[in-house]
């Protein structure tokens, strides 16, 4: 294909998201930076703009329906297909103070809602767009705190963080919707993985996280632009395969 590679990242605006745009950008692919909030979706992309990214801010708030729709419509008119989605948008709600079975649930719904049903609605709504490129990339922002297998093995370097259940939970459910929608693609040209970033500094990750952003976007960058011979419908975290 000798035309750019167009990529969605939706919660670009910051933190991961807006650190995989650049790279994705500095790599030569055309930029959607989806963001819920325009005017920050607009300077994110303004600032992408500045260091010679072609990026463009679209609107899409993962809770909303008809914003994902209007997004889809918009890349639908504008490129006609899409070959990269970054399901990145997500967000950590639990009171870091209580046990599984005190979060709200509030909580878990509203988890839920962004980090589960958006990004099932975001799917769908650009699967379509996806189908038209020759080899088309999904990424689920997943985490190493969605591994039902090392939450459920003592000793594994998270059994102990169970202060965050709804999130946690939320992205076993990323990990296992990646699986299904993996096998339906399996004899498309699309392939669908989930990432585990790595505890990264960022508004969610805290300044104590291990990781820069720069080494934090490279497991979405990698697996945005996999070859044919990729994975499909893996776990991956920096090169390596996590458990589920
Ligand atoms: N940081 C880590 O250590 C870490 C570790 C494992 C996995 N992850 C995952 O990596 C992804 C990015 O995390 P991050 O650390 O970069 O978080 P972040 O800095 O908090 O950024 C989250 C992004 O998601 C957006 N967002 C939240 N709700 C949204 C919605 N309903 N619709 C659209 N956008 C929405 C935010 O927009 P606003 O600016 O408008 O709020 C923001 O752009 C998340 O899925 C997270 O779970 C992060």
């Known amino acids: 294909m000798n035309e750019k590679k167009i990529a969605l990242i939706t919660g670009a605006n910051k933190g991961i998201g807006f650190e995989t745009a650049r790279q994705l950008g500095q790599q030569g692919v055309k930029i959607l930076l989806g963001a819920r909030d ?14 010679k990214i072609d990026a463009s801010a679209i ?5 909303n329906p008809a914003s994902i729709q209007n997004a889809a419509k918009e890349v639908e008119q504008q490129y006609g297909r899409l070959d990269i989605l970054i399901n990145n948008a997500g967000i950590m709600l639990d009171d870091e103070t209580k046990k599984a079975s005190e979060q709200s649930l509030e909580t878990w ?14 799917t769908q709504a650009f699967l379509p767009l996806l189908r038209k490129s020759p ?26 963080s169970k202060n965050y259940a709804s999130y946690n939970v939320s992205k076993s459910a990323v990990n296992a919707y990646t699986v299904q929608l993996a096998y339906e693609l399996k004899d498309s040209p699309i392939k669908v993985n989930a990432a585990h970033p790595g505890w990264v500094k960022t508004d969610m990750g805290g300044q104590g996280a291990s990781m820069e952003l720069e080494d934090g976007a490279k497991t979405s960058v990698t697996l945005a632009t996999l070859g044919a011979d990729g994975p499909n419908g893996a776990y ?4 390596e395969t996590l458990p589920w």
Request: charged share 25%.
């Open 109 to 122: 719904r509203r988890t839920f809602d962004t980090n589960v049903f958006g990004l099932i609605a975001t």
């Open 236 to 239: 991956i975290h920096m090169g």
């Open 38 to 51: 325009r005017e920050k979706g607009e300077r994110a992309a303004e600032e992408l703009r500045r260091e």
């Open 59 to 63: 609107v899409l708030d993962a809770n």
């Open 135 to 160: 080899a088309g990339r999904i990424v689920n922002l997943s985490s190493i705190l969605g591994s039902i297998t090392l939450h459920s093995t003592p000793g594994s370097p998270i059994y102990e």
